[in-house]
């Protein structure tokens, strides 16, 4: 029988990744292999590749690697596959959860996730992993770093404050803290300038982030930030995948007659939520039509919490809007 389509399915985690490989006749009838565990690292890699290799064999038929866009834990693999010419498919972890959905699967497993992410990869038509540019490579590595020590700078500040309004605090212990947070300081200040200087190289960005920059509460290293963790926002293709990649989709928990609380999955890029998050609560008092949208949703939920995150959500999809179609911002529109 033709083979017409070949496909390793792959969960990813922090330490191992679990794959299972499938076919896919001329007759749309899939074969999937039980699933095989290995660890997320380079030796885990080649594995990976004998595996493939030894089920593979004289098949000719086109073969793909399939991922879901995990946090970070997918990049070292999917380089490492792309270098090897191998044909690389990342997909947003929502894709697959509303396909899971439409699947008789009662347990989760990782191996289980494993054959599901394969028979995606075998029913769905989808395009090829773009590997980010040295570019946005270099921003997403270059905001990770500011943001680490800027959290590191807050905690320092916290500390400088606790030692000054203690009873007789040590001069010597304060002097230390205190030359820690200059260090931090001017680190950021070093990061900022070259992530100014990359962008500035490369006019069409530099364009675009200037656009999203006239936001009220939105500045450089919230923009540059976003950008760089959804590299151009290059597996997006609506707002509703953005949201859910973010983490800031809604989540719905009713059954029968019980209404259980309604959160936000948490599931997405925690680097992209957090860099929405601080901007959302400035364009709470500076950008009106925002402004409006969180004094109706805490007058309705009270509860403040609820109704920043809903700006951030706003916020975030205005900010892709205006990158994407790369048109000028017009104060206090945002999207529906």
């Given at each position: 029988?033709?083979?017409?389509?070949q496909?390793?399915?792959?969960?990813?985690?922090?330490?191992?990744?679990?794959a299972g490989?499938g076919?896919?006749?001329?007759?749309?009838?899939?074969?999937?292999?039980?699933?095989?565990?290995?660890?997320?690292?380079?030796?885990?890699?080649?594995?990976?590749i004998s595996?493939?290799?030894k089920?593979?064999?004289?098949?000719?038929?086109?073969?793909?690697?399939?991922?879901?866009?995990t946090?970070v834990?997918?990049?070292?693999l999917a380089?490492?596959?792309?270098?090897?010419?191998?044909k690389?498919?990342?997909?947003?972890p929502?894709?697959?959860?509303?396909?899971?959905?439409?699947?008789?699967?009662k347990?989760k497993?990782d191996?289980?996730?494993?054959?599901m992410?394969t028979?995606?990869?075998?029913?769905?038509?989808?395009?090829?992993?773009?590997?980010?540019?040295?570019?946005?490579?270099a921003?997403?590595?270059?905001?990770?770093?500011?943001n680490?020590?800027?959290?590191?700078?807050?905690?320092v500040?916290n500390?400088?404050?606790?030692k000054?309004?203690?009873y007789?605090p040590?001069?010597?212990?304060l002097?230390?803290?205190?030359?820690?947070l200059?260090?931090?300081?001017?680190?950021?200040?070093?990061?900022e300038?070259?992530?100014?200087?990359?962008?500035?190289?490369?006019?069409?960005?530099n364009?675009?982030?200037?656009k999203?920059?006239?936001?009220e509460g939105?500045g450089f290293m919230?923009?540059?930030s976003?950008?760089a963790?959804?590299?151009?926002?290059?597996?997006?293709?609506n707002?509703?995948?953005l949201t859910?990649?973010?983490?800031?989709?809604?989540?719905?928990?009713?059954?029968?007659?019980k209404?259980?609380k309604?959160?936000i999955?948490?599931?997405?890029?925690?680097?992209l939520r957090?860099?929405?998050?601080?901007p959302?609560?400035?364009?709470?008092?500076?950008?009106?039509?925002?402004k409006?949208?969180?004094i109706?949703?805490?007058?309705?939920k009270?509860i403040k919490?609820?109704?920043i995150?809903a700006v951030?959500?706003?916020?975030?999809?205005?900010?892709?809007?205006?990158?994407?179609?790369?048109?000028?911002?017009?104060?206090n529109?945002?999207?529906a």
């Amino acid at each position: 029988m033709e083979i017409i389509k070949q496909v390793v399915g792959i969960d990813i985690s922090k330490d191992t990744l679990v794959a299972g490989y499938g076919t896919l006749s001329i007759n749309q009838e899939q074969k999937i292999t039980p699933a095989k565990t290995f660890d997320n690292n380079l030796s885990g890699f080649r594995e990976l590749i004998s595996f493939t290799k030894k089920n593979k064999g004289t098949l000719t038929a086109p073969l793909y690697f399939v991922m879901e866009a995990t946090g970070v834990y997918y990049e070292n693999l999917a380089y490492f596959l792309t270098e090897k010419h191998l044909k690389v498919i990342v997909v947003l972890p929502n894709k697959t959860k509303n396909f899971s959905k439409t699947l008789d699967i009662k347990s989760k497993t990782d191996k289980l996730d494993a054959q599901m992410i394969t028979q995606f990869g075998l029913e769905r038509q989808m395009q090829p992993w773009q590997v980010p540019s040295p570019l946005m490579k270099a921003l997403k590595a270059l905001t990770r770093e500011y943001n680490s020590i800027k959290r590191m700078a807050a905690q320092v500040k916290n500390q400088i404050h606790a030692k000054e309004y203690s009873y007789e605090p040590l001069k010597e212990s304060l002097k230390r803290s205190k030359a820690t947070l200059s260090v931090f300081q001017k680190q950021l200040k070093e990061i900022e300038k070259q992530l100014k200087e990359l962008v500035q190289n490369d006019s069409d960005l530099n364009d675009r982030i200037n656009k999203i920059d006239k936001i009220e509460g939105v500045g450089f290293m919230t923009v540059v930030s976003i950008v760089a963790e959804t590299n151009g926002f290059a597996l997006i293709e609506n707002t509703k995948q953005l949201t859910s990649y973010a983490g800031l989709d809604v989540v719905h928990n009713e059954s029968g007659l019980k209404k259980h609380k309604t959160t936000i999955s948490k599931k997405g890029n925690r680097f992209l939520r957090q860099a929405v998050y601080m901007p959302a609560l400035s364009a709470c008092k500076h950008n009106q039509r925002l402004k409006h949208t969180y004094i109706r949703l805490v007058i309705k939920k009270n509860i403040k919490k609820i109704a920043i995150v809903a700006v951030a959500r706003k916020l975030l999809v205005l900010i892709y809007t205006i990158f994407k179609k790369n048109v000028d911002y017009v104060p206090n529109y945002i999207p529906a």
